[in-house]
């Protein structure tokens, strides 16, 4: 968009201070009742006017009640390259990546889209790395230690956060693991790393090593009860799949 004429009356203020920016999320500027229609109209289209394929019947789209702090896992990367803003001094950084850009992050500093102490745990994650004088992933070369971050939510208050380093430097990942443990006390409920020397960052041919309670969560959908592990797939809205 080069200047905006007229708003549409549908579009409305983003609440991150990120967006637009951030390669996550893409229509925040849309309120979300607007952004129910488009998307209905996307499976429409794509059943009718793509695919030729006449449907009897839509239901319409169920809602969410919640549109800020509803996903119960989220992925981070640590980049050694943060995306720079005006004013902003070049270094390391710990979020999404920047929309278009494989080797670069924004560095997230309060999302959205996962309640607390999702913010609290990795703003704790990039304070200690940056005290440790640890090396964040490159992207490019393929050279650092830190790579990724994940954290794992449940409506039954229980907390995953799996961590994927590089290398395998015991000590180091102790003393990283030890001081997060302690800068956040008794919020994390499981801890989980990985080591992944790949050039992608997959994790699921990697070996889970678990560091602190089960390895795994427990999630409840009305009667039934859920086992999550580091690898799990689950629905990332609990209550919106309930």
Known sequence: VEKLLTPSPQRTVPFCRHFGVCGGCKWQHL??????EHKNQAVHDAFERIAKVPVQEFLPILGAPETQYYRNKLEFAYSDKRWLLAGDEPGPGLGFHRAGFFDKVVDIQHCHLQAEPSNIIRNAAREIALEQGLDFYDQRRHEGFLRNLMIRLTTTGEVMVLLS?????????????????ERVPGQITT????INPKKN????????ITYLGEGFVVEQLGDLRFKIGP???????SRQAK
């Open 31 to 36: 309120e979300y009742a607007a952004q129910l």
């Open 165 to 181: 380093f590089a290398r395998d430097e015991p000590d180091a990942i102790r003393a990283y693991l030890d001081a997060l443990l």
């Open 191 to 194: 801890l989980v790393y990985c």
């Open 201 to 208: 960052d997959t994790v699921f041919d990697l070996d889970m």
């Open 231 to 237: 690898k799990s797939f689950f629905q990332t809205n």
